[in-house]
Every structure is written in C-alpha cells, then in structure tokens.
C-alpha cells in the first residue's frame, strides 16, 4: 500500500511521502496550499485531487471550482464527486462530471457510494476511490488496480494487507490531540484543515513515520 498523508494547510510539512492529496477549494483560496502541492507537481509526486467540498460529509464540489482549481494544477488522479452513502445521487453527479470534464476522463476516477449491499456495483477491470465510511462493504467488491482509499477512521490496521493507495489524516489527527496510533479510541473528529495550533509535534511526527512504515514496508 502506497500512503500520502492529508494534513491542515500549516502543517503540509507531514506530508513527506510522494503520493499528495488536495481539495479544488482550497487550492483557489489558500496561496500557501496551492504552492505546496505546485511544488510537489514539480517534483514528480502522485497528485489526487478530491472534488469534494471542505468538511466531515462528502458533498459534491461546485463544478466552476474544480474548473478552476483544474486550471491551476494537473493532477495525476482526480477522483470525481459523490453524495456520502447516496449512490443513485452520486452515479449522476458523476455522469455529469464526466460529460463537464471530458478532455480529463482518463484520469477521472468513480467515488464508490450506497447504503447497502445491493448498491455495491463494481466491475473489476474499474478503478475507483473508496471513502472510509464505506469501508463496512470492503469484502464485497473485487481489489481494483489502482484503488484508492480515502483515509482511516477507525484504526490504522483497517485497511491491512490490501492494496492500492491510501490517503490518511488519522496520525495528524490523533497526534494534534497529543495521542499517538495505539490510542486510537475513541475516534478523532475530522480535520478542518484550517487548525494552527500543534502541541505535540514530535507525536504526530511520530504518528506520520509509523503510518507510513506500516503500510509500506
């Protein structure tokens, strides 16, 4: 498993892996998020860019501004928009990104969304990103190449042993509250990627090196 870690606009530092994760919305407002990841396009790293809006739930981004966003950085993999657990919602949100950005399709990956099994379609020649909430339908879909999973809420060790790619905030999180992987209960709250404020840097260091020697040693 490759890891990019997903980490707040002040401490984009942790992001030391070459595989980097970006938000279309903050790229436009944030000048010192959108040089960083310019900078990692410069350096060869793996770009995904998520098309989702700022915040815990997973809502569609405004089309207008991942145009924009797209105008200023080519990503590597953009992974397209969805409604969290709401698969008829998201099958048509993505027909339309598709139809919007169709000189980029061959980089355009479908978000898996759905509230049960039955709306777990997956072919298995698709690739396809796979949000941690819908994590509970891992065993009921073929490994894809390349998958990716977007980030941890449970536990480090939820995803071992699969394959593909994984963005994750949780050694930020867990390590912005002084906690470190093992003290992983109860479960963090989201990132903003707006905090300032780190206490314990040498934890969350920490958290960042563990994460990334845990999946890809």
């Given at each position: 498993?490759?890891v990019?870690?997903?980490?707040?606009?002040?401490?984009?530092?942790?992001?030391?892996?070459?595989?980097?994760?970006?938000?279309?919305?903050?790229?436009?407002?944030?000048?010192?998020?959108?040089?960083?990841?310019?900078?990692?396009?410069?350096?060869?790293n793996?770009l995904?860019?998520d098309?989702r809006?700022v915040?815990?739930?997973?809502?569609?981004?405004?089309?207008?501004?991942?145009?924009?966003a797209?105008s200023?950085?080519?990503p590597?993999?953009?992974?397209?928009?969805?409604?969290?657990?709401?698969?008829?919602?998201?099958?048509?949100?993505?027909g339309?990104?598709?139809?919007?950005?169709d000189?980029?399709?061959?980089?355009?990956i479908?978000?898996?969304e759905?509230?049960s099994?039955?709306?777990?379609?997956v072919?298995k020649s698709?690739r396809?990103?796979?949000?941690?909430?819908?994590?509970?339908?891992?065993?009921?879909?073929p490994?894809?190449?390349?998958?990716i999973?977007?980030d941890?809420?449970?536990?480090l060790e939820?995803?071992?042993?699969?394959e593909?790619?994984?963005?994750t905030?949780?050694?930020?999180?867990?390590?912005?509250?002084?906690r470190?992987?093992?003290?992983?209960?109860?479960?963090?709250?989201?990132?903003?990627l707006?905090?300032t404020?780190?206490k314990?840097?040498?934890?969350?260091?920490?958290?960042?090196?563990?994460?990334?020697?845990?999946y890809e040693e």
């Amino acid at each position: 498993m490759k890891v990019g870690i997903i980490a707040p606009i002040k401490f984009l530092e942790y992001c030391v892996t070459d595989i980097q994760y970006c938000l279309p919305s903050l790229l436009i407002k944030s000048k010192e998020y959108r040089d960083f990841y310019l900078g990692k396009k410069e350096e060869g790293n793996f770009l995904v860019m998520d098309c989702r809006q700022v915040g815990w739930k997973r809502v569609p981004e405004d089309f207008s501004i991942v145009e924009e966003a797209l105008s200023m950085l080519k990503p590597s993999i953009i992974i397209a928009p969805s409604y969290m657990f709401n698969a008829e919602a998201s099958n048509e949100v993505y027909g339309k990104f598709v139809e919007k950005f169709d000189s980029w399709s061959k980089r355009i990956i479908r978000c898996l969304e759905g509230a049960s099994e039955s709306d777990i379609k997956v072919n298995k020649s698709e690739r396809i990103a796979v949000p941690s909430h819908m994590y509970r339908y891992l065993s009921k879909f073929p490994e894809t190449n390349p998958i990716i999973y977007i980030d941890n809420h449970l536990n480090l060790e939820e995803l071992e042993g699969r394959e593909g790619i994984l963005v994750t905030s949780l050694p930020i999180r867990l390590g912005l509250k002084g906690r470190l992987l093992v003290d992983y209960k109860p479960t963090p709250e989201s990132l903003t990627l707006y905090e300032t404020g780190n206490k314990y840097p040498e934890i969350v260091e920490r958290n960042v090196l563990d994460t990334i020697e845990f999946y890809e040693e």
